[in-house]
């Protein structure tokens, strides 16, 4: 199957800073990626859908001003938290698909963000 | 919004067959997919529904009854490597775009 990375895998960071995430992929073009956010023990919830070009779709409840998505190009979207909190601490996890796969989305092997 | 339900925990034992359940209230419905998620790791895709019916990939099927807003995972000759949450995700077209929503998962323990 098609490949997503996400960098950094593991982030710790002090309360207020920003911290960002990259999600590639890397053997298609992305004309959607997905932002997820896991707490332990729950599903995952979808953040945010970012298209190419466009801006990101926020779900209800997510501060866009907080979360700041940017979809340059077909094979990188970022994910900033901005002025991080304890209660950013999370597992992020970006997912993508490509026009045609509706089917099928790909997942990064997730941002693990610790916020002290 | 979408609500989806699915067992939290089921137990099952080596070489037996499991089935897991999941149904769903949304508009916009577009298929149902299936996620398996090891503890520390992320979701990988097991299957599609777009259709009613059955689907089959190897030792892992799943259905969809549109009608009934319900598909099932079902996993044949467990192996101990398949203890995992296992997720039912519905995609739904919005405001244009696609997206999934996540069940609560369903932690699959396989015993000996």
């Known amino acids: 199957g098609a490949v997503v990375s996400q960098h950094p895998s593991r982030v710790i960071c002090k309360s207020g800073t920003s911290v960002k995430i990259e999600c590639r992929s890397l053997d298609f073009q992305a004309t959607t990626m997905f932002w997820y956010r896991q707490f332990p023990k729950q599903s995952l919830m979808l953040m945010a859908t970012?298209?190419?070009?466009?801006?990101?779709?926020?779900e209800q409840g997510v501060e866009k001003d907080k979360f700041l998505i940017n979809h340059a190009s077909l094979t990188l979207s970022t994910l900033t938290v901005t002025s991080a909190h304890p209660e950013d601490s999370s597992f992020y996890i970006c997912?993508?698909?490509?026009?045609?796969?509706?089917?099928?989305?790909?997942f990064g092997p997730g941002t693990r963000l610790l916020v002290l | 919004g979408q609500s989806l339900e699915q067992p939290s925990e089921v137990t099952a034992v080596e070489g037996a067959i499991v089935q897991i359940n999941c149904t769903y209230q949304?508009?916009?419905?577009?298929?149902l997919s299936w996620y398996q998620q090891h503890d520390g790791g992320a979701p990988t895709f097991l299957s599609y529904?777009?259709?009613?019916g059955l689907e089959e990939t190897g030792r892992f099927s799943s259905f969809l009854s549109r009608s009934d807003s319900y598909g099932y995972l079902l996993l044949q000759e467990l192996q101990m490597k398949d203890s995992a949450s296992y997720f039912c995700a519905v995609r739904v077209l919005s405001g244009g775009y696609q997206k999934v929503t996540f069940g609560t998962g369903t932690k699959l323990q396989v015993i000996p």
């Open positions: 970012s298209n190419e070009g466009s801006k990101a779709t926020y």
């Open positions: 949304t508009s916009g419905f577009y298929g």
């Open positions: 529904n777009g259709l009613d």
């Open positions: 997912s993508a698909g490509s026009q045609g796969a509706v089917e099928t989305q790909y």
